[in-house]
């Protein structure tokens, strides 16, 4: 369809899809066709009595996701069955939005970030870091610093425990 050519060209001039990306059969799809596909959620009780979400055909869903770079025309719902599907993969999710619809993926995502200036309330209240800036780069930029703080609590503790294993010998000694 149009929109799968549309979404495919710009996805191209982004640098989001190479070419031989482009030509994979699931590479890029429409949130309707992506839905239809993989069967939608369905509800499953688990032997200690919990529901919890799956996707209808896991399987499908599987095979897509190895090739998806691009959803066009995603509902809300769409990007639920999305989180959900990669979720229950064992993927690590991150989803970043501004609407109150995209409040349901921002909430069953791993980490979710919402928009400061231009979200809503609801939107922010699902997410766990709210980019005050708007800026998508900020979210580089907090990974970087996370990371950073990350290795320099490591460093901190290894050095703490070297000296305290050195000086506990010297006591005993």
């Given at each position: 369809?149009?929109?799968?050519?549309?979404?495919?060209a710009?996805?191209?001039?982004a640098g989001i899809?190479t070419?031989?990306?482009?030509?994979m059969?699931?590479?890029?799809?429409?949130?309707?066709?992506f839905?239809?596909?993989?069967?939608?959620?369905k509800d499953?009780t688990?032997?200690?009595?919990?529901?919890?979400e799956?996707?209808?055909?896991e399987e499908?869903?599987v095979?897509?996701i190895s090739?998806l770079?691009v959803?066009?025309?995603?509902?809300p719902?769409?990007?639920y069955?999305l989180?959900?599907g990669?979720?229950n993969?064992?993927s690590?999710?991150a989803v970043t939005?501004?609407?109150?619809n995209?409040a349901?993926?921002?909430k069953?995502?791993?980490?979710?970030?919402s928009m400061?200036?231009t979200?809503t309330?609801v939107?922010?209240?699902?997410?766990?870091?709210i980019l005050?800036?708007d800026?998508?780069?900020?979210i580089?930029?907090?990974?970087?610093?996370?990371?950073?703080?990350?290795?320099?609590?490591?460093?901190?503790?290894?050095?703490q425990?070297t000296?305290?294993?050195?000086?506990?010998?010297?006591?005993?000694t």
């Open positions: 369809s149009d929109n799968k050519d549309t979404a495919r710009i996805s191209r001039q899809l070419e031989e990306e482009a030509e059969e699931y590479s890029v799809m429409e949130g309707k066709e839905r239809e596909a993989v069967g939608g959620l499953v688990r032997e200690d009595g919990t529901i919890i799956k996707v209808a055909n499908k869903f095979e897509i090739q770079k959803l066009a025309r995603s509902s719902q769409d990007k069955l989180v959900t990669l979720k993969q064992g690590v999710v939005g501004d609407g109150t995209d349901p993926a921002l069953k995502a791993d980490i979710g970030f400061g200036i979200g309330e939107a922010k209240e699902a997410s766990d870091i005050l800036d800026n998508f780069t900020t580089i930029n907090a990974i970087m610093w996370g990371r950073n703080i990350y290795a320099s609590v490591r460093k901190f503790l290894q050095f425990l000296v305290n294993v050195v000086a506990m010998f010297i006591a005993f």
